[in-house]
């Protein structure tokens, strides 16, 4: 597999394969400008659907959901696979095989693990109990950060999206393995240092039964003490599993961070494959919970501003969508890194960060930052 350039001092010029437009912030792996996905979805289309063939081909994955005649259904996200005999899901994780469902399931994840001394660089961290004490002494050992605790991060392999930007691409390269690790080997990885959970990856969805069921072990197993559940996911999940995450979730002191990509549909489609449709619905159904339980905050968003692609219009129409909901739901505007398949294009401008900010905060947020300033530049 050959991944574009990533040479951060050159500037590679791209023309729109629409509209002729010249730029550095077109990504070669695209070859269309973001204005002409939005304004000409249909005749971007066969374009975006050429790079994500592209960029899945590799890993063996089908390169759209299958929508196979006769097939067996799967609904765990919004992709709803129907898949015929012997093909496999959009994520990679499930065959069917005569009829039935092999691979990753409630009882066995492709997952692996480790341990992140708190505070930890979690997006939730300036407004989370690990990072911040919120919520003490209900949900927080300590008033302040939770220095001499630790974060168990769960990276699930797998992803019901294919972000051309992914910053973990690599998890592609495990999804289709054997499942081997089982609810309770996972749930058995807290100790008495451990005040928290988060899932992530990849992305949580596609093997979200195997987590809940985790959870509920880790939980029963540490009756009478402070375990947090924290999910940071794409949101595309059956809101059934979605509602009984946000329970655990609630009651246990964690919190749900959505990985809000785009407002954009097509632009969504373009850059991640998928649409954000789900996304949007699931953020909407999370917001009627953040009253509930104020500190600490139990939703939160966070977006990454691609050069290019996500910037002030994507920012301005996402903060005026959950400021609507509840204008206290924390906002992160997340610095980018080239990556994966858009390894091209440059990191954000800190001029562009600080525009978004400014009108994330106007559409009536209360709670707004940047996050990895480090990699803002100055150009």
Not at 212 to 222: D, V
Not at 326 to 343: C, V
Not at 362 to 374: P, S, T
Request: overall charge neutral; glycine content about 8%; charged content about 20%.
């Amino acid at each position: 597999m050959v991944l574009p350039r990533q040479d951060l001092s050159a500037k590679t010029i791209v023309k729109c394969l629409l509209c002729g437009r010249e730029s550095f912030l077109i990504s070669q792996a695209l070859e269309l400008c973001p204005d002409c996905i939005r304004s000409n979805f249909e005749a971007a289309l066969p374009y975006i659907e050429k790079a994500h063939l592209e960029a899945r081909n590799p890993f063996d994955l089908p390169p759209t959901p299958p929508r196979d005649e006769g097939g067996k259904q799967c609904n765990l996200c919004v992709n709803e696979c129907l898949i015929g005999q012997g093909r496999k899901s959009y994520c990679g994780l499930r065959q069917n095989m005569e009829g039935r469902f092999v691979g990753a399931s409630a009882e066995k994840g492709n997952v692996s693990w480790y341990y992140d001394p708190l505070p930890t660089n979690c997006v939730a961290d300036w407004v989370c109990p690990g990072g911040t004490g919120a919520g003490y002494p209900h949900f927080a050992y300590r008033e302040g950060p939770e220095y001499g605790y630790k974060n168990l991060a769960v990276f699930y392999h797998a992803c019901s999206f294919d972000c051309l930007f992914c910053q973990n691409w690599h998890y592609r390269l495990e999804a289709s393995k054997e499942p081997r690790i089982t609810a309770s080997e996972l749930a058995e990885q807290v100790d008495e240092k451990t005040s928290c959970i988060c899932y992530f990856g990849g992305d949580p969805t596609p093997q979200f039964p195997h987590a809940l069921r985790a959870s509920r072990l880790a939980l029963e197993r540490n009756k009478g003490r402070i375990l947090r559940i924290c999910w940071e996911t794409n949101g595309s999940m059956h809101p059934a599993l979605l509602r009984q995450a946000a329970e655990l979730s609630l009651k246990s002191g964690g919190c749900i961070k959505f990985d809000l990509k785009a407002w954009s549909e097509g632009l969504n489609i373009a850059l991640c494959g998928v649409s954000n449709k789900r996304t949007l619905e699931n953020f909407q159904l999370l917001a009627q919970y953040t009253r509930e339980r104020p500190s600490p905050p139990f939703l939160m968003a966070s977006t990454l501003l691609i050069p290019g692609y996500i910037g002030r219009e994507e920012v301005a129409r996402l903060a005026s969508f959950i400021a609507a909901l509840n204008p206290d739901i924390p906002y992160s505007l997340l610095g980018f890194h080239p990556q994966f398949f858009m390894g091209d294009l440059p990191t954000t401008s800190r001029r562009v960060a600080y525009e978004c900010l400014e009108v994330a905060k106007d559409a009536g947020l209360k709670k707004v930052r940047i996050g990895n300033l480090h990699l803002l530049r100055d150009y």
